[in-house]
DNA sequence: TCGGGTATGTTGCCGTTGTCAACATTGGGA
DNA sequence: TCCCAATGTTGACAACGGCAACATACCCGA
């Protein structure tokens, strides 16, 4: 919002890179409005641009849609790996990614339901959005042995925290946990996955 | 379909029952066609009924789709009952919670994204709606030992099968599985729920 | 330099949806 | 029996996704 190009204001016909604004403005009418409120039309109205010009950039709703949801598992893959990236032990590192990945969920809320929920239709359609995910879920996986076992351990661990993530800022566990508290996703991480063990994974070999 | 009323066909200006009939018109919809084509126009068109009817039954589109998320819940909370009843011990009991929470999600997969997903914003503002995701909650809590070590192991396990079923029906982690399997919600659940331990939880008190 | 083709953006339009206001019908209680 | 409140209908409005036809401007080759 504070990096809008000068030429927004002198351009005559053709806008640059609409393609990308076009998104930031989805992005701003998630953040500031939810998924309900996020029209074609209204990001349009926003990138100041007529009603129809997105669809020169993208086919769909659903592309705009799929196009801002890749952008979240970005997001969410750099959040990770910086987590990760902060720890030494392997121990460590996973909590600093499950407690990443909830404190992406938490803060970005409405970009977090829109990559996992069903407003963007037939995913697979989006080769963009699957590669991203797959990216984001190879953080994950690269924390565990190699191996079917490692593999398993790996659909385990994002299960639980994707699980925890989604019941959190769906506001199903909240009277759960102690109230008022001003959200430690470390705490949080530690409190509950405590109860994962993947020791069992590690035995047959090594990171 | 076929347990149609008689009397649909001879009614003259009222109904008898048009909120159930229009709380399972939106459901045929859901399954038939996705989240996507369930509108409230569809649903009274399916009933039989003008376009403005449901007003009289439901304030608004979100309520409709509340009671029909609050019926899943009802239906989720059933099966994970008919679960728990078929096993003896403890540890089985879990198993078959977990895998009845997982066929139910991939039986019900429109239904399921409804139950937890953004089609209706703000939740708590319907009450039913609550009472029945409580419930269902309670049937997995009521496994646990009582106490916050037990509810904490209860959230820990709803988070990792809710997060193993959400993954499951977006097609996130079927590459991953054994793909052509016929999908066996009871191994799926071992081969994943292995990673799990809540014997911390246990030794601290009994069921 | 210039001319045209193509990428990009606009205008006008259509069918559908959620929702409101005003009106119609009916069944049940006084 | 009669009337009122519950229930259902008609008509309308704005917003939406999406199509077709048209306008503009940038770029590339002659």
Redesign the pocket.
């Given at each position: 919002m504070s990096t809008s190009n000068a030429k927004t204001s002198v351009r005559?016909?053709?806008?640059?890179d609409?393609?990308a604004e076009l998104i930031r403005s989805a992005q701003v009418l998630l953040e500031r409005e939810g998924v309900t409120?996020?029209?074609?039309?209204?990001a349009?109205?926003l990138a100041g641009?007529?009603?129809?010009?997105p669809?020169?950039?993208f086919?769909?709703?659903?592309a705009l849609l799929a196009a801002v949801a890749a952008v979240g598992f970005r997001g969410l893959a750099a959040a990770m790996r910086r987590g990760a990236a902060r720890a030494g032990s392997a121990e460590k590192r996973m909590l600093e990614i499950g407690s990443a990945y909830l404190a992406f969920a938490v803060e970005n809320s409405a970009v977090f339901r829109l990559m996992f929920g069903s407003e963007i239709p037939d995913k697979a359609a989006h080769p963009e959005l699957r590669w991203a995910a797959e990216d984001a879920f190879a953080v994950l996986a690269g924390e565990m042995p190699a191996g079917p076992d490692g593999s398993d351990a790996a659909i385990a661990a994002w299960s639980f925290v994707h699980g925890l993530a989604t019941l959190l800022i769906d506001g199903q566990i909240r009277s759960e946990m102690s109230a008022g508290a001003p959200f430690d996703p470390v705490a949080l991480t530690r409190r509950f996955g405590r109860f994962l063990d993947f020791s069992k994974a590690r035995v047959g070999r090594q990171t």
């Open positions: 005559s016909y053709h806008h640059g609409l393609r409120k996020l029209s074609l039309r209204a349009a109205r641009v007529s009603q129809t010009a669809y020169r950039h086919t769909d709703k659903a």
